[in-house]
């Protein structure tokens, strides 16, 4: 095998994550001792019970509505390929509209083949079934769910407005049984057993390590965590970072029972009573290797050796491939891994983007779809704006059928504001070839925006007939070539806890290298522990980006943008500018009332920013501050908290609680999933015990940063008559002083 | 200076405060709409154009509306984001609104508040009066037409022993008599000595010289080292000049040891090719009154009226500074204003109209000339900046820098001719605008700059008849100037043509470039008449531009007709005279009577008859005139006669003058009196309404544009071959 041409192609086609490598140098198997020559897969005695909720499947938190005479949802049930399902059940909830006729039913398709139906009634609306689902149709991966509802109508021309089944997501879905699969411990588990496909709402994995890290390793332990979280994409990773254990059986043992892979981070003498079985030749410098024992079965351990620094580090950096080499060995060595520098990684554009960028809809997500028959239908898509006046453009490429009535229109709102409409309008059907929609500045907000194109199509002739037939006959595709587009204004510059927890730009908007530090304020266990849950939660939400874990007491941080950690007293002045946090019970918080801070437009041609730049030399002013106490009664014990604020070029994003345990717990109950995205504004508090998030922002205003002229503009445009009246006595004003000029003009002559 | 400096700056600066406030649109549709109510309420408050308050007022609203909507323009709606061609184009088009802009700025400033002279008696005993010399340079024009011109100048009523008047012929030159060409060195030769006889017969000097080099600069310069007069009268040989020329202008330099130069109207007796192509003659204001109606007394407000190479007095002893007159472009009147005033020196305008002159009779010759102003403007500013020299206060290079600026405005036009097919045919994107924000800012700042230019030089110049100017020089001052800043130095003088006879109409061979324009504009009114309403198309922005492009066609069709020629067989045209008495000899008896119009060769008359003398007249009979004015008679043949009506008639009448007084007198009947001048100026200054021109270019464009095209296609079909 030619490792050479084999592993730039292989990285190139399967990874995301390019930013961070680009070329793999070698990695080889020292020997080919252990090889497994047939897969040995038992089943564990373990028998799991699992119930999905249908808001977790459908990201629906209440409930969905089936409308109309046919309606179908459809959506995955995704299977663990260590998972074997032996029994599963799903058990739906709901109401049905009382002017539904009868027959109607709602039909449950599992991978295509119907598993059951429900009777709907409109004299027992409330319905509550379960339907037994024969699990040798589902496969390992994704299955396809339908449920289609079929509402027969009491009248001839019963609106279908009034036919629908709303289905409870929290009170319906699946329960699930299943057994643990406990294949031989090789490489290729590694895949298996991170897998987002997961029943469990979370994952779990403990670190082992030596208890006091130096900078290298360190460092090595956040890459691990940034694997670890990558990995398992959306998927919560919960980090433990334990000491290694003294045995390959003792680590086994340490593992609770939703546990089943451990990481161990060592020397060759650390971590050789977990891999003295292997038989790896003395002398190999670096080697990851899978390990089980047949006492713990469905138990593994990664175990990741390197005596020197760089080679730790090299060893942490290979975790971040999704598929490694020679995967079905037990180990293999890794040397000299070559990485690219971060300046020469391409620039990748995404959304949220920054700049002015036109991309396709796909990029957004959104896949070609066609809509059929009357009713709303149309995709809602997330747009990140992160600059004051800008505006965004649609050139939307659609096609619709004939047969539609003139009132047809597709309608886009913007923030659940009208926009603009695109007439449907052809009775033998149309096309449109980037129809320019031009969505203001003032229907924009600064974040997160929702960009809904919805669809209202109507049949043609007379609406007061019924007629089914010719309402299915109605389509509208939207292709995903359909771009978005766009057009900056000057950029909001201050920072916002937001960007680190909404999937975004904070890099882009604070910060323009790739990687930034993260530093702990000491090297103890919990506070470390908490810096890798954040780290893994961090690299699944910002998939672009990349942290380097850094302890105070051994490196100084150089990056623009830092991410602190640590309890308040030992934070260094800097991280604390203008914030003054006190965790005694109630809650005080010293924070700036209003930030005025000059902002450096940025214009669409180019030359003009140069010469912006020219006349900018203030760009650089700190923020004028204020101070207000706040008192926040309510939150209960176990406080953390997260600010994060400019001084000069440097954004300081810092994580504090009382000490390393509480800031332990904090980030571990923060980086669940319905906690974290919460985190936004410039002051963050949270409790373990309150579900609740408390925010506090800085908000910028528009005209904020062009000071006098746009504060006089907002003015005008609240009192327009008054400025009238204002206008007009300046203009004679200005007559009378022109006179006057004048006249001494001339005597002068 | 710093309190001068910030007395200047600091309204300066509220007023930019307020023209680039921000304000969301409503602000700006009530703020404009009102602005554009008390601008309407202002501009008919004041009918007679005489309050200077409403004057300002009306010019700062027009300002802040035009502001405002150009700070919008390139801070909002600048098409960047559609493409390279969409860019490129639409950077062109916010350039040439730019320029509309700025033009509209300066003008405002300069016509802010017009300086209006009156003359200045001369003071002392005539022996003390300063001596003055008339030059008429001419170069290959008919000896015809200089022989009015010599003898106008040679009874200016100025004490003869002070008056010399100097005929400087370039036609007569050493170089051109003897050149290779026989036949032309022939023509040359019989034509110095046509001009020889008139001068000797006058009472002028013959000057020419060896060579003819550095063209009209030259041949007056070659001339100062025969003449010693304290002031120089410079005349264009066309230029007729009135009796009191130099009565009403010497006062100026007795008053003022530092003045240099008094410019006069060039006043034209003849209608340019648009005037008579349109068949406006004697009724629009010539073109070239709203520059010295308007503009020339605005430039004088502030001290930077300049020599325009005709019927203006110089001080000799400022030229003799200079070096004589400057001659580096081909321009030399601009030129020579630009040097002197860099030394010190003053000029003055006295806006009485007191020649009269002849316009170009064919557009070719109308193009040439105006080609030649635009490319000696451009080539003062490229090869004697204004901005950078010396002596010259900060104004004067602003407003002489502006007269090279002025220029831009064909460039501009031709971009706005192209720019709504761009649209229309193409769908390049050219502002990035919505229909309620064009409602907001365009069109009040359209309103208002109509507005505010029909207050200002509404009497001067009718509604979009400037537009029409522009559009018919545009392609080819374009051409011009493109030569003029690629080669700054090779463009020579080129004499206009004037005094032509038309035997028949034609279409000019310059009319090329408008049929390209006409057809593309109209194809993209009917592309937008075909698209308007099918989805994808943004109705307000076809309906926005559809006008636009509507616009330009009628403006297009207007310039076909302005080049369709006129036949044109009198090479005189007749002056209007008014209240001038004569007594018609008819039959051996005498009838009463008054001028209706004269040349220098015949007349209009009106004379009481009664009917049975009016039935005795027959064409060819002898008619002599007398006045109590002077104590010759004029001998007439008649040509025309008119119906008889209250005892009146009109006869037409053709002068056979034999002797010199009688030359003289008709000269001064139909020349002589800058009065008549001014009155027949006033009698055209009525003015137009905005909707009355529009109709007029609608009308123009139907008649004219139309006769134009069905001219070209008769002229395009094959005839076929007589038997």
Same mark, same amino acid.
């Given at each position: 095998m030619n490792l050479g041409h084999y592993f730039p192609r292989h990285i190139t086609q399967s990874l995301p994550l390019a930013c961070l490598l680009l070329c793999l140098h070698a990695f080889s198997p020292v020997s080919q001792a252990q090889a497994v020559t047939a897969p040995a897969t038992i089943q564990t005695d373990a028998h799991e019970r699992f119930v999905l909720p249908l808001s977790k499947l459908l990201s629906a938190e209440q409930s969905i509505t089936l409308r109309g005479h046919t309606a179908n949802i459809d959506f995955s049930l995704p299977v663990p390929d260590l998972n074997r399902v032996q029994h599963l059940q799903l058990q739906l909830k709901g109401v049905s509209s009382i002017d539904i006729g009868t027959p109607s039913s709602l039909v449950v398709r599992v991978n295509g083949q119907v598993q059951g139906q429900i009777a709907l009634n409109p004299h027992a609306p409330q319905f509550s079934d379960s339907i037994t689902i024969d699990p040798t149709l589902l496969k390992a991966g994704y299955n396809n769910i339908t449920l289609r509802a079929r509402h027969e109508s009491q009248e001839i021309c019963r609106d279908e407005e009034e036919l629908w089944t709303e289905i409870s997501t929290q009170q319906s879905g699946f329960v699930i049984q299943s057994e643990r699969l406990a294949p031989t411990a090789k490489l290729s588990l590694i895949r298996q057993l991170l897998d987002k496909k997961l029943f469990a709402n979370d994952i779990q994995i403990p670190i082992f390590s030596a208890p006091q890290p130096d900078a290298k390793q360190l460092e090595a332990l956040g890459v691990i965590a940034q694997a670890l979280g990558r990995r398992m994409d959306y998927v919560p990773v919960n980090i433990q970072h334990q000491t290694l254990a003294a045995t390959l059986p003792t680590a086994l043992a340490q593992l609770a029972p939703e546990q089943y892979l451990g990481l161990v981070v060592g020397t060759t003498a650390q971590t050789l009573p977990y891999v003295e079985h292997l038989t790896i030749p003395s002398g190999t410098a670096a080697h990851m290797a899978m390990v089980g024992d047949a006492h713990y079965p469905g138990r593994y351990l990664l175990v990741l050796t390197a005596d020197q620094a760089e080679a730790q580090l090299q060893l942490a950096q290979s975790l971040m491939l999704e598929s490694l080499p020679f995967e079905?060995?037990?180990?293999?060595?890794?040397?000299?891994?070559?990485?690219?520098?971060?300046? #020469?990684?391409?620039?990748?554009?995404?959304?949220?983007?920054?700049?002015?960028?036109?991309?396709?809809?796909?990029?957004?997500?959104?896949?070609?779809?066609? %809509?059929? +028959?009357? @009713?709303?239908?149309?995709?809602?898509?997330?747009?990140?704006?992160? +600059?004051?006046? #800008?505006?965004?453009?649609?050139?939307?490429?659609?096609?619709?059928?004939?047969?539609?009535?003139?009132?047809?229109?597709?309608?886009?709102?913007?923030?659940?504001?009208?926009? #603009?409409?695109?007439?449907?309008?052809?009775?033998?059907? @149309?096309? %449109?070839?980037? %129809?320019?929609?031009?969505?203001?500045?003032?229907?924009?907000?600064?974040?997160?925006?929702?960009?809904?194109?919805?669809? %209202?199509?109507?049949?043609?002739?007379?609406?007061?007939?019924?007629?089914?037939?010719?309402?299915e006959g109605l389509a509208l595709t939207l292709h995903d070539d359909s771009s978005i587009q766009k057009k900056t204004g000057p950029s909001s510059q201050l920072p916002d806890l937001a960007l680190l927890s909404g999937a975004g730009t904070y890099q882009s908007a604070v910060s323009g290298s790739l990687i930034d530090d993260v530093v702990l304020s000491n090297n103890e266990l919990p506070l470390i522990n908490a810096s890798l849950n954040l780290l893994a939660k961090l690299a699944q939400t910002n998939p672009y980006k990349a942290w380097k874990l850094i302890s105070q007491a051994q490196q100084t941080p150089s990056t623009t943008h830092q991410i602190w950690l640590g309890p308040k007293s030992e934070l260094p002045e800097n991280t604390l500018s203008s914030t003054s946090i006190q965790f005694d019970n109630p809650v005080e918080l010293e924070i700036p009332l209003r930030s005025a801070r000059l902002i450096v437009a940025h214009e669409r041609f180019a030359p003009l920013n140069a010469i912006n730049n020219l006349f900018s030399s203030d760009k650089k002013a700190e923020p004028a501050v204020g101070l207000a106490n706040i008192s926040i009664a309510d939150l209960a014990q176990h406080r953390s908290a997260a600010w994060t604020h400019q001084t000069g070029d440097n954004t300081y994003t810092v994580f504090s609680a009382d000490d390393n345990a509480l800031l332990d717990q904090g980030i571990q109950y923060l980086t669940k999933p319905a906690i974290w995205g919460q985190l936004r504004g410039n002051y963050a508090l949270w409790s373990t015990e309150s579900p609740r998030v408390f925010s506090i922002s800085l908000v910028e205003t528009p005209f904020t940063s062009y000071g006098l002229r746009a504060g006089v503009g907002i003015w005008v445009s609240l009192h327009p008559w008054l400025s009238l009246g204002i206008l007009l006595l300046v203009l004679a004003t200005f007559v009378a002083l022109i006179r006057w000029g004048l006249r001494i003009y001339h005597a002068a002559k | 200076m710093i309190t001068r400096t910030l007395a200047l700056a600091l309204p300066a600066l509220v007023f930019l405060f307020i023209a680039t406030l921000p304000a969301r649109l409503n602000f700006q549709a009530i703020s404009a709409s009102a602005l554009l109510a008390v601008l309407l309420i202002l501009f008919f408050a004041d009918t007679k154009r005489q309050n200077p308050k409403i004057r300002i007022a009306i010019s700062l609203i027009s300002l802040l509306l035009s502001t405002r909507y150009i700070y919008w323009r390139g801070s909002e709606t600048l098409p960047l984001e559609f493409g390279f061609l969409s860019i490129i184009l639409g950077l062109l088009v916010f350039g040439a609104e730019l320029y509309a802009y700025i033009n509209g700025v300066l003008g405002s400033f300069i016509s802010i508040q017009p300086n209006a002279r009156v003359a200045i008696p001369l003071k002392g005993d005539p022996s003390s009066w300063p001596s003055a010399d008339v030059y008429i340079p001419t170069y290959n024009e008919d000896p015809h037409i200089l022989l009015a011109t010599v003898i106008a100048a040679t009874q200016l009523d100025y004490p003869k022993d002070k008056l010399n008047v100097y005929v400087l012929d370039d036609g007569?030159?050493?170089?051109?008599?003897?050149?290779?060409?026989?036949?032309?060195?022939?023509?040359?030769?019989?034509?110095?000595?046509?001009?020889?006889?008139?001068?000797?017969?006058?009472?002028?000097?013959?000057?020419?010289?060896?060579?003819?080099?550095?063209?009209?600069?030259?041949?007056?310069?070659?001339?100062?080292?025969?003449?010693?007069?304290?002031?120089?009268?410079?005349?264009?040989?066309?230029?007729?000049?009135?009796?009191?020329?130099?009565?009403?202008?010497?006062?100026?330099?007795?008053?003022?040891?530092?003045?240099?130069?008094?410019?006069?109207?060039?006043?034209?007796?003849?209608?340019?090719?648009?005037?008579?192509?349109?068949?406006?003659?004697?009724?629009?204001?010539?073109?070239?009154?709203?520059f010295y109606d308007a503009v020339q007394p605005g430039l004088d407000s502030w001290g930077t009226t300049f020599f325009c190479g005709s019927a203006a007095v110089l001080r000799r002893s400022v030229i003799n500074e200079l070096g004589g007159f400057s001659g580096q472009t081909i321009t030399e009147d601009a030129e020579t204003t630009l040097d002197a005033m860099s030394l010190g020196y003053k000029t003055a305008y006295y806006a009485r109209p007191m020649v009269s002159g002849l316009q170009p009779e064919t557009f070719s010759g109308f193009i040439l000339q105006r080609v030649r102003w635009s490319q000696g403007m451009i080539q003062i500013f490229l090869l004697k900046n204004p901005l950078k020299m010396p002596g010259l206060t900060v104004l004067q290079k602003l407003l002489y820098a502006n007269f090279a600026f002025y220029w831009g405005f064909a460039t501009s036009r031709l971009i706005m001719l192209i720019a709504p097919v761009m649209f229309l045919m193409f769908s390049v994107n050219l502002c990035n605008a919505s229909p309620p924000e064009l409602l907001g800012f365009a069109i009040p700042a359209l309103l208002?700059?109509?507005?505010?230019?029909?207050?200002?030089?509404?009497? $001067?110049?009718?509604?979009?008849?400037?537009?029409?100017?522009?559009?018919?020089?545009?392609?080819?001052?374009?051409?011009?100037?493109?030569?003029?800043?690629?080669?700054?130095?090779?463009?020579?003088?080129?004499?206009?043509?004037?005094?032509?006879?038309?035997?028949?109409?034609?279409?000019?061979?310059?009319?090329?470039?408008?049929?390209?324009?006409?057809?593309?504009?109209?194809?993209?009114?009917?592309?937008?008449?075909?698209?308007?309403?099918?989805?994808?198309?943004?109705?307000?922005?076809?309906?926005?531009?559809?006008?636009?492009?509507?616009?330009?066609?009628?403006?297009?069709?207007?310039?076909?007709?302005?080049?369709?020629?006129?036949?044109?067989?009198?090479?005189?045209?007749?002056?209007?005279?008014?209240?001038?008495?004569?007594?018609?000899?008819?039959?051996?008896?005498?009838?009463?009577?008054?001028?209706?119009?004269?040349?220098s060769t015949g007349a209009r008359v009106n004379v009481n008859l009664s009917q049975q003398e009016h039935q005795q007249l027959q064409l060819g009979m002898k008619i002599p005139l007398s006045f109590t004015q002077y104590p010759d008679t004029l001998p007439t043949v008649l040509k025309y006669i008119g119906p008889w009506q209250n005892d009146q008639a009109t006869l037409g009448l053709r002068y056979t003058l034999t002797t010199t007084a009688?030359?003289?007198?008709?000269?001064?009947?139909?020349?002589?009196?800058?009065?008549?001048?001014?009155?027949?100026?006033?009698?055209?200054?009525?003015?137009?309404?905005? $909707?009355?021109?529009?109709?007029?270019?609608?009308?123009?464009?139907?008649?004219y544009g139309l006769a134009h095209l069905y001219k070209l296609l008769i002229k395009l079909i094959p005839r076929r071959p007589q038997p």
């Open positions: 079905q060995e037990q180990w293999v060595a890794v040397t000299d891994l070559q990485l690219p520098s971060p300046s #020469s990684l391409p620039h990748y554009n995404e959304l949220p983007f920054e700049g002015q960028v036109i991309l396709p809809i796909k990029a957004l997500g959104f896949n070609t779809q066609t %809509y059929t +028959g009357r @009713g709303v239908h149309g995709p809602v898509m997330r747009v990140w704006n992160n +600059g004051w006046q #800008s505006r965004i453009q649609l050139n939307l490429n659609l096609n619709y059928s004939a047969g539609l009535d003139p009132q047809s229109v597709m309608n886009v709102m913007a923030n659940d504001l009208f926009v #603009s409409s695109v007439p449907l309008q052809d009775p033998l059907g @149309g096309e %449109y070839l980037n %129809y320019k929609v031009s969505i203001p500045a003032d229907l924009l907000q600064l974040g997160w925006n929702t960009i809904a194109l919805k669809a %209202y199509m109507q049949p043609l002739g007379n609406q007061q007939q019924c007629h089914r037939e010719r309402d | 007569g030159t050493a170089q051109k008599l003897h050149q290779n060409d026989t036949l032309k060195a022939a023509q040359a030769l019989a034509r110095t000595k046509e001009i020889q006889l008139i001068c000797q017969q006058f009472g002028a000097h013959y000057l020419t010289r060896e060579k003819n080099e550095h063209a009209k600069a030259g041949n007056m310069n070659a001339a100062l080292s025969h003449t010693q007069g304290d002031l120089i009268l410079i005349l264009d040989c066309d230029h007729i000049p009135s009796r009191d020329f130099l009565q009403r202008t010497v006062g100026f330099f007795q008053a003022d040891a530092k003045l240099f130069l008094v410019q006069t109207p060039h006043n034209f007796a003849s209608p340019d090719p648009l005037e008579r192509n349109l068949r406006t003659e004697g009724i629009s204001p010539t073109e070239n009154e709203l208002a700059s109509l507005l505010h230019t029909q207050y200002l030089y509404g009497q $001067v110049r009718w509604p979009f008849i400037s537009q029409l100017y522009e559009v018919v020089q545009s392609v080819y001052v374009t051409r011009g100037l493109y030569e003029v800043i690629r080669k700054p130095r090779s463009p020579t003088f080129q004499v206009t043509p004037k005094g032509e006879t038309l035997s028949s109409g034609f279409i000019s061979t310059l009319a090329k470039p408008f049929y390209f324009l006409l057809l593309a504009n109209l194809l993209a009114l009917a592309h937008a008449i075909y698209v308007y309403g099918q989805p994808g198309y943004a109705q307000g922005a076809i309906l926005y531009v559809g006008f636009w492009a509507l616009t330009d066609a009628i403006l297009l069709l207007c310039a076909l007709g302005v080049t369709l020629e006129r036949p044109q067989l009198r090479a005189e045209p007749r002056i209007p005279i008014s209240n001038f008495p004569i007594t018609a000899h008819v039959n051996d008896s005498s009838a009463e009577g008054h001028y209706i119009n004269a040349s009688q030359y003289r007198i008709a000269i001064d009947i139909a020349f002589g009196s800058s009065a008549q001048l001014s009155l027949n100026n006033d009698a055209r200054h009525k003015g137009k309404s905005i $909707v009355g021109s529009l109709f007029s270019l609608s009308r123009w464009a139907g008649v």
